[in-house]
């Protein structure tokens, strides 16, 4: 039996009812994983509209490249730190725009940090991934302490890479600013202090 879609859902709902049932998942002879394709349906809309307005506004600003870059060094560290996430989709819409759109737009337009601030920036890095890393959620709980520790190495890691990219002086000092400070913004998520703002 379809589940009926009535209006005041939110459009990410409703699509993602529409596309389940495309999928002919049963709601009725299969409830979970009916209610689990349609929850991670949610997400990927939800993720994608941000994604979407995120990478318009850059294109429009001319700093598509720089987004890129900034975005990749963001999720190279939280891929093993993890971090805060925010509850509300509309705060966690205008956090992003402000985090990968603004950020890169002022590294990009008015300022270039010298690389003896780039190694202090690191080095705050690794203090924080050292202290908080992996900083795992309410929904995403990681108990087991092998691997927090195994994903706290590999944040390390990742965070040194950075550190010998910065030290072998092979990449644009513009480029390491964004990489950097991408790095940097994705360890700030780490603090309880940005947990308390942020979620």
Known sequence: MKQVINKSMCLTERTAIFLVERLNVDAETDKIKYLKCKLALEIILINFSKLSIIYVLSFMLGITK??????????????????????????????????????????????????EILLIV????????????????????????????????????????MMLLLIINVIPLGILNLVIFGSFFSCLTLSPYVYAVIE
């Open 66 to 115: 720089a987004v890129l870059v900034f975005h990749i060094a963001f999720l190279y560290i939280r891929k093993y730190a993890y971090g805060a996430h925010s509850n509300s989709s509309l705060k966690c819409t205008i956090i992003s725009l402000i985090l990968f759109v603004g950020i890169p737009f002022y590294l990009v337009n008015f300022v270039l940090i010298p690389k």
């Open 122 to 161: 690191l080095l705050i890095n690794s203090s924080l991934i050292y202290k908080f890393a992996p900083a795992a959620t309410k929904k995403n709980p990681i108990s087991d302490l092998k691997k927090k520790r195994e994903l706290r190495r590999k944040a390390l890691v990742a965070n040194s890479v």
